[in-house]
């Protein structure tokens, strides 16, 4: 579903949420600055103020360099931005041409117009599950989540038959089955 998004902002929005797992209000909190290109690192206020890193992928870095470059390389200011000028927000969620931070109302919308049906927080939910099936530890899930404790990851790691199973197996190779 996320392949067949074509808008720059829209495919760079919702690729970041999904690579770093991030909640969408601390995808739409980003702004440019907030960006290390060189480390392909985001630096990110988390839930309850918390700050964390975000480190993403090359698909991510080059569609968010596509969607900047639309905008014409800003420095500074909202990542993620409405089509139009905004009217009357608050200074600090504008750009230098007067355009607004994207609202998670906004991207609620967008999101619903590409996957019918999905809520926006169940693409974070897959994002976090899919790292689970794929054997990250209980720590990496919560420095990849933001989660501050492990009983909040339940949600993801329970029903992880195939980790579980594969965890198993792994074991089984490494201690060659005895106890």
Request: with cysteine.
């Amino acid at each position: 579903m996320l392949r067949g998004i074509r808008a720059a902002r829209d495919r760079a929005l919702f690729w970041l949420i999904y690579d770093g797992g991030l909640r969408c209000r601390e995808a739409l909190a980003v702004n440019i600055e907030d960006i290390d290109w060189t480390e392909r690192c985001l630096r990110v206020q988390g839930k309850g103020d918390k700050p964390r890193e975000m480190f993403f992928s090359r698909r991510v870095s080059g569609y968010l360099d596509a969607y900047i470059k639309e905008h014409g390389e800003p420095a500074h200011g909202p990542l993620f931005i409405t089509a139009r000028k905004a009217r009357n927000p608050r200074h600090a969620d504008l750009t230098a041409e007067g355009y607004a931070r994207l609202s998670y109302r906004q991207a609620d919308t967008l999101w619903k117009e590409y996957t019918p049906g999905w809520d926006l927080h169940q693409l974070r939910h897959t994002a976090i599950s899919a790292r689970a099936a794929r054997g990250y530890t209980e720590v990496e899930l919560k420095r990849f989540s933001g989660h501050s404790s492990l009983r909040s990851l339940e949600v993801y790691i329970a029903h992880n038959r195939e980790s579980a199973k594969r965890t198993a197996r792994e074991w089984e190779r490494r201690e060659g089955g005895e106890l």
